[in-house]
């Protein structure tokens, strides 16, 4: 089982190039960063905070494109993630030219977290219909599949229209760029999964032994093999016996949370979560 890392990073903490770095020299498998493109002050619904994240890391977040291109840039091997996308609130042109450029230019490393989204103010000011956003997102995701992997790309959906069309560069992952999806055990993340992404983003990992049979069941349903299913318990505060858990339900990833600070604030947690690697032996990335 490998071990990823996941930070909250805004303007005033270590740099992304700096927490990559040191993550790769300890032996992580995985970076990953979040997005928030703004926090509306008209707020209605307040962030949903958990221990070591802040409301201020959501008004102060990274673009985390940016953020994993000046990663990418000072690292060799190390997977570069975000935790989630919300595909949504994006062009899919546009996105799917930002993910193939950091893939094709770190050398096949990117790993594509998206998910649906749950502010209904930052979704308005994206004129994202609340209701609407997962099937904007799925095909969103769909449209960038098909800028990915056709050398003419077309693609017709409700909400997106996508005359023939060339775009380059193409990711090194192929057919696609490696695609998790972020939410809760439910039948529309797990169908949203079978059809169109490669795995499973729970944040915590909490339920996973009831959780993971019913995903395998609908990729099965889809005609496809649920062994080719990752599930990557994200966000995760680590002890052994949790580890210990994920490892007999066959994760085969997961993501522990780091809380945002500068680096004398975070280097220690990276050295405390990069003890448990060495409990992992030969199963860490």
């Known amino acids: 089982m490998r071990l990823g890392l996941t930070a909250f990073l805004t303007d005033r903490d270590m740099t992304p190039a700096a927490f990559a770095r040191a993550a790769e020299e300890r032996g992580f498998f995985s970076i ?19 221990d070591g994240v802040h409301a201020d890391d959501y008004r102060r977040s990274l673009d985390p494109f940016v953020a ?3 990663a990418a840039s000072v690292t060799d091997r190390i997977m570069l993630g975000t935790g989630v996308v919300l595909a949504a609130q994006h062009d899919p042109i546009v996105l799917a030219k930002q993910i193939a450029t950091l893939d094709h230019l770190s050398g096949g490393r990117v790993v594509f977290g998206m998910g649906f989204g749950w502010n209904r103010d930052e979704a308005a000011d994206h004129g994202v219909p609340f209701g609407e956003r997962r099937q904007i997102a799925r095909e969103h995701v769909l449209c960038m599949q098909a800028l990915w992997s056709e050398e003419e790309a077309e693609f017709h959906g409700e909400y997106v229209s996508l005359d023939p069309c060339w775009s380059w560069p193409k990711p090194v992952q192929q057919p696609r760029v490696s695609t998790l999806i972020g939410g809760g055990a439910t039948p529309t993340v797990f169908g949203a ?14 339920g996973l032994a009831d959780a993971i049979p019913a995903l395998r069941r609908a990729v099965e349903e889809r005609g496809r093999d649920p062994e080719t299913i990752r599930v990557v318990p994200f966000g995760t505060v680590p002890t052994q016996e949790k580890l210990a858990h994920y490892q007999s339900l066959h994760v085969d990833e997961v993501v522990l949370r780091v809380p945002s600070g500068s680096a004398e604030e975070m280097l220690p947690v990276l050295d405390d979560h990069a003890a448990y690697l060495e409990g992992l032996g030969e199963s860490r990335g």
């Open 193 to 206: 999964i079978a059809e169109y992404a490669d795995g499973w983003m729970p944040i915590g990992g909490s």
């Open 68 to 70: 994993l291109a000046t």
């Open 32 to 50: 990953y960063f979040p997005e928030h493109t703004h926090l509306p002050v008209r707020n209605d619904t307040p962030p949903a905070l958990v």
